[in-house]
């Protein structure tokens, strides 16, 4: 057929004496420009409000597919989005990308974007009144003040001593030497000092705390001061995230969490390293011997410690009020999980495991259930199992003749946070191979990634 139209416009042209005009092109699909940059917007505000990259990646394409952008292309990283729309028939691509330059936990943001995908994806809503709905929620404000959320560092610090068998008097140090730390470091955080630093100074006032303790003649409280203070700044929001990404296949944005959660707990063992070494020199008679061992019995005291734990965990990451009756039992029961595979003999490491996995599967079938994101379910329900007593007793021994054991220490502190991350995204992934319809088009069909051949 191609060879029988250009012989009839040769004969046309040997007829006619001139060359016929070139048909004309048909247009491509349009563009709506508003479409692609809410698209990106969305996608920028649920990466900087703490979402994991595959959430991000299928809240945007849902959106693209909801607005009409033709074969819309996306690509997430941890630090900028990249949309591509391809309208065909010749006319040229559009391509759109933003850069995230902030990252703020504001887990209330997730959970009213993934309604706003929600919405636009059945087509409730108009892109003008998406557009509206996207400004109204940037603008909001958190569930809870300001002051409540400063407060709520400092109550994970206190319920951490408890848990980790102190009383009232260690429980009022780690909250007083935790919001010292951190108000601290918001002050540096306002003259542009670098998170690492913020961090480390926040860990090392909360070791100075202990190490006043220890000197005082109280070397048993000391432990228990310094491991509420650690809990209080250990990254489990993108230890979580991290793993997530890893096991769906984003390597990119995995590794880059992964460095990230290196580098916040470098800061802490940095601030702990330097206050314990001075102590030392200091004959500050801090011990190993007076580090205390994980509880291997149900104390109503701890597991309502735990409980409250998670609570105000949540709290800090500014989750729905809706989330924080569900996050609270999360962290008394992986307590309790935690508590009886160590009464029957479980490695650490196993045992973390294996109650991040149940809560983990929990927490996403109540997600899934009421069609919210999971991170503010699983994260906070972590918290009670966040290795910071492993951090400190790894410093300790490092810096009282026992390197081997401090290094020992260290990475079965860090063995612990992976198999938390690995735990609680198990669970995930059991829940979706068994459920058809997820948040945002995340059902089981929504991995075409998944489907390999193995090499064959």
């Given at each position: 057929?191609?060879?029988?139209?250009?012989?009839?416009?040769?004969?046309?042209?040997?007829?006619?004496?001139?060359?016929?005009?070139?048909?004309?092109?048909?247009?491509?699909?349009?563009?709506?420009?508003?479409?692609?940059?809410?698209?990106?917007?969305?996608?920028?505000?649920?990466?900087?409000?703490?979402?994991?990259?595959?959430?991000?990646?299928?809240?945007?394409?849902?959106?693209?597919?909801?607005?009409?952008?033709?074969?819309?292309?996306?690509?997430?990283?941890?630090?900028?989005?990249?949309?591509?729309?391809?309208?065909?028939?010749?006319?040229?691509?559009?391509?759109?990308?933003?850069?995230?330059?902030?990252?703020?936990?504001?887990?209330?943001?997730?959970?009213?974007?993934?309604?706003?995908?929600?919405?636009?994806?059945?087509?409730?809503?108009?892109?003008?009144?998406?557009?509206?709905?996207?400004?109204?929620?940037?603008?909001?404000?958190?569930?809870?003040?300001?002051w409540l959320m400063v407060v709520s560092l400092?109550?994970?610090?206190?319920?951490?001593?408890?848990?980790?068998?102190?009383g009232p008097l260690v429980a009022t140090t780690?909250?007083?030497?935790?919001?010292?730390?951190?108000?601290?470091?918001?002050?540096?955080?306002?003259?542009?000092?670098?998170?690492?630093?913020?961090?480390?100074?926040?860990?090392?006032?909360?070791?100075?705390?202990?190490?006043?303790?220890?000197?005082?003649?109280?070397?048993?409280?000391?432990?228990?001061?310094?491991?509420?203070?650690?809990?209080?700044?250990?990254?489990?929001?993108?230890?979580?995230?991290?793993?997530?990404?890893?096991?769906?296949?984003?390597?990119?944005?995995?590794?880059?969490?992964?460095?990230?959660?290196?580098?916040?707990?470098?800061?802490?063992?940095?601030?702990?390293?330097?206050?314990?070494?001075?102590?030392?020199?200091?004959?500050?008679?801090?011990?190993?011997?007076?580090?205390?061992?994980?509880?291997?019995?149900?104390?109503?005291?701890?597991?309502?410690?735990?409980?409250?734990?998670?609570?105000?965990?949540?709290?800090?990451?500014?989750?729905?009020?809706?989330?924080?009756?569900?996050?609270?039992?999360?962290?008394?029961?992986?307590?309790?999980?935690?508590?009886?595979?160590?009464?029957?003999?479980?490695?650490?490491?196993?045992?973390?495991?294996?109650?991040?996995?149940?809560?983990?599967?929990?927490?996403?079938?109540?997600?899934?259930?009421?069609?919210?994101?999971?991170?503010?379910?699983?994260?906070?329900?972590?918290?009670?199992?966040?290795?910071?007593?492993?951090?400190?007793?790894?410093?300790?021994?490092?810096?009282?003749?026992?390197?081997?054991?401090?290094?020992?220490?260290?990475?079965?502190?860090?063995?612990?946070?992976?198999?938390?991350?690995?735990?609680?995204?198990?669970?995930?992934?059991?829940?979706?191979?068994?459920?058809?319809?997820?948040?945002g088009a995340s059902g089981r069909w929504a991995?075409?990634?998944?489907?390999?051949?193995?090499?064959?």
């Open positions: 057929m191609r060879t029988a139209e250009r012989l009839r416009r040769t004969w046309q042209v040997l007829m006619d004496g001139a060359p016929p005009e070139p048909p004309e092109e048909e247009p491509g699909e349009i563009v709506d420009p508003r479409a692609l940059d809410l698209v990106l917007r969305v996608g920028e505000l649920l990466l900087a409000s703490g979402e994991t990259t595959e959430r991000v990646n299928e809240a945007m394409l849902s959106l693209a597919v909801a607005y009409e952008i033709p074969r819309c292309e996306v690509q997430v990283t941890l630090t900028s989005l990249l949309v591509s729309a391809h309208p065909g028939k010749g006319a040229a691509p559009v391509t759109g990308s933003r850069a995230i330059r902030r990252r703020t936990p504001a887990y209330w943001r997730l959970t009213a974007l993934h309604q706003l995908v929600q919405d636009a994806s059945i087509g409730m809503l108009e892109l003008d009144e998406a557009h509206k709905k996207l400004a109204e929620i940037k603008q909001g404000r958190a569930p809870y003040p300001a400092g109550l994970i610090a206190a319920s951490g001593s408890v848990l980790a068998g102190g780690a909250f007083i030497a935790t919001l010292l730390g951190d108000r601290t470091a918001a002050a540096l955080a306002r003259r542009g000092i670098a998170e690492f630093f913020q961090l480390t100074l926040a860990a090392a006032i909360g070791a100075a705390a202990a190490a006043l303790v220890v000197a005082m003649g109280n070397p048993g409280h000391a432990a228990t001061v310094v491991t509420g203070a650690i809990l209080a700044l250990l990254p489990g929001r993108p230890l979580v995230a991290s793993i997530q990404d890893g096991i769906t296949g984003d390597l990119i944005s995995a590794g880059a969490r992964l460095l990230e959660v290196f580098f916040l707990i470098a800061a802490i063992v940095a601030g702990l390293g330097v206050v314990v070494y001075a102590a030392v020199n200091l004959d500050v008679p801090i011990d190993v011997k007076h580090l205390p061992t994980p509880a291997a019995e149900l104390r109503p005291v701890a597991i309502m410690a735990a409980a409250v734990i998670s609570l105000t965990f949540a709290i800090s990451l500014a989750a729905p009020r809706a989330v924080l009756t569900a996050a609270a039992l999360g962290g008394a029961l992986i307590w309790v999980l935690y508590v009886l595979a160590r009464v029957w003999h479980v490695p650490p490491v196993l045992a973390a495991a294996v109650a991040a996995t149940v809560v983990g599967t929990l927490a996403n079938w109540l997600a899934r259930r009421h069609r919210q994101p999971v991170m503010p379910y699983v994260v906070p329900a972590i918290g009670p199992l966040l290795p910071g007593t492993a951090l400190y007793r790894g410093m300790v021994e490092l810096n009282t003749g026992s390197p081997n054991a401090g290094v020992l220490s260290l990475i079965g502190a860090i063995s612990v946070a992976l198999a938390l991350g690995a735990g609680v995204n198990l669970g995930g992934e059991f829940i979706r191979a068994f459920q058809r319809v997820g948040l991995r075409p990634a998944a489907h390999r051949t193995r090499g064959f």
